[in-house]
């Protein structure tokens, strides 16, 4: 399985931070950093799941850092079906 898009990634790519359009992007006041809060990643735990080997397969082949994604799906089905 492989991911596909229709975005442009060499043009992407090949932006410089002047050619980025920053317009419509609020400035980050004094008040927003008083308000801001620092937020620390959940820490994370080691579990053995048996999964079949084509979904391990898939997430392989996406290269390095596979296993954040792998974590990254799992989360997003939790939250899809948490519980009230």
């Not at 079949?52 to 939250?79: M, N, P, S, T």
Request: glycine share 2%; charged share 25%; net charge neutral.
């Amino acid at each position: 399985m492989s991911i596909t898009t229709k975005t442009n990634l060499e043009r992407i790519d090949a932006m410089t931070d002047a050619m980025i359009d920053t317009s419509d992007i609020p400035p980050l006041t004094d008040s927003f950093f008083a308000t801001a809060k620092w937020r620390k990643p959940k820490q994370k735990v080691k579990v053995t799941v048996e999964i079949e080997q084509e979904v391990l397969d898939c997430f392989k082949a996406q290269g390095a850092g596979w296993e954040h994604q792998l974590a990254a799906a799992i989360r997003i089905y939790a939250h899809a079906h948490k519980v009230a």
